[in-house]
């Protein structure tokens, strides 16, 4: 499994495409209707700043890029793997 983090960047006239996106992933990250390989791990929201970043632990970024691209974002997205080099409380 890899540790992906996406971010999502929007113009003010997409908020509400992007609101209603997020609100699909999150129900279905929380009714475990993710399609199998994909689990969202956190989704922070900045509405004031028209940006969104998500953790995922994902089988292979595209994977996940192929699932995003089938909810016809119109917003742009970047995604990247990464690994985790500092967590509180693990030293």
Do not use: Y
């Not at 791990?41 to 595209?62: I, P, S």
């Not at 890029?65 to 967590?87: C, G, H, R, Y």
Request: charged fraction near 35%.
């Amino acid at each position: 499994m890899t540790d992906v983090i996406v971010i999502h960047k929007w113009k003010d006239e997409q908020k509400d495409d992007v609101m209603k996106f997020a609100t699909q992933i999150m129900d279905m990250a929380k009714s475990k209707k993710l399609p199998q390989g994909l689990k969202l791990e956190e989704l922070f929201l900045g509405e004031k700043e028209n940006e969104a970043v998500c953790r995922w632990t994902v089988d292979t970024l595209d994977h996940l890029m192929e699932t995003a691209k089938s909810l016809k974002p119109t917003w742009e997205i970047q995604a990247f793997e990464v690994d985790q080099k500092f967590k509180k409380g693990l030293f």
